[in-house]
């Protein structure tokens, strides 16, 4: 049950940072007009598709009556999986980095603690103080004037955040996650065929955006889900919720480097309420259990 520290905060920095890439390289490619949506899309799905299987090939060589048995995914978590994709690179046309990562995971954070409400866990006020606090800063950000998103960029990226939260939700019991991953990956080949048989005569590509596309794909996302899975095994629940809560601000100042963007009054404020929001809604539950086993020990 001891996990090596130092392999799962390597673990769990790269993952971040991959989840931060995924922003950079999308925006840098679709900002900057080196490749379509569509294909940007496409490319990023084959590459992930690629390196996973790649990675299966040669961590299981030598287990390969085991492999047979082990789970695939699923059609459902595929569609997500797909549906993130899509809304993600769409969504970032007109959406700076750190924007489109903060709409993101928002949405990730938010979707899955409705999700716990639905599914009858009652929430604290300090919880509920805290969801009103991110809907807040959602809200403020999107309120007319010069440093505001996009109406299309904020719902496309929106839906792209419900879609990876009902992605990962329906992945909590994986019990083997690079098969899983891979054949989720796999199973977005249909969709993929479709997006490029009605993208095709508005595709636009350069080899600078096959390249970020690439990255984006194998890098990123491929090999960044497959490192995330590593650290999970050495994080609560709790930790794992809350390091994500940096990628927006990474994915911002990654925004200010490669692609020349400024981080605004605006961006800053909003991000505030969101992450601040969403750090009440997952300190406040952790604060709360351990206060209910302290109560019941003393009574012990």
């Known amino acids: 049950m001891h996990k090596n520290p130092v392999k799962i905060i390597a673990s769990t920095v790269f993952a971040l940072f991959a989840f931060a890439a995924n922003s950079v390289l999308c925006r840098l490619a679709l900002g900057e007009n080196a490749i379509d949506a569509a294909s940007f899309t496409t490319i990023r799905l084959l590459s992930g598709i690629t390196i996973l299987f790649l990675l299966i090939t040669l961590t299981r060589k030598a287990d390969q009556q085991e492999t047979k048995i082990k789970p695939k995914g699923s059609w459902l978590a595929a569609i997500m999986l797909f ?43 300090s919880e509920w103080l805290g969801l009103a606090l991110a809907f807040t800063g959602f809200v403020y950000l999107i309120i007319p004037s010069l440093t505001t998103p996009s109406l299309v960029g904020f719902v496309l990226m929106s839906i792209s955040g419900v879609a990876w939260a009902l992605y990962t939700l329906l992945g909590r019991k994986s019990k ?34 096959v390249i970020l596309a690439v990255l984006s794909g194998a890098i990123a996302s ?58 009440m809604v997952i300190l406040g539950r952790y604060y709360f259990v351990q206060l209910a086993l302290r109560k019941v020990s003393n009574k012990n």
Not at 87 to 111: E, K, P, W
Not at 188 to 194: E, H, Q, Y
Request: no cysteine; charged share 5%; aromatic share 12%.
């Open 83 to 125: 549906i993130y994709a899509v809304a993600f690179s769409f969504g970032y046309i007109s959406l700076d980095t750190g924007t489109g990562a903060l709409i993101l995971f928002g949405a990730v954070q938010i979707t899955m603690i409705i999700s716990n409400v639905i599914s009858g866990n009652k929430l604290h006020f």
């Open 176 to 209: 083997d996650a690079l098969s899983d991953t891979a054949y989720n990956f796999l199973r977005t080949s249909p969709l993929i065929l479709a997006l490029l048989v009605f993208g095709l005569n508005n595709a636009d590509i350069s080899t600078m955006g």
């Open 222 to 279: 491929g090999i960044g889900y497959y490192v995330w899975y590593i650290a999970l095994a050495g994080l609560s629940v709790t930790q794992a919720a809350v390091v994500q809560l940096f990628v927006p601000i990474i994915a911002a100042l990654g925004g200010v480097v490669f692609t020349s963007e400024v981080i605004t009054l605006r961006l800053i404020e909003s991000s505030g309420l969101v992450l601040g929001g969403i750090l």
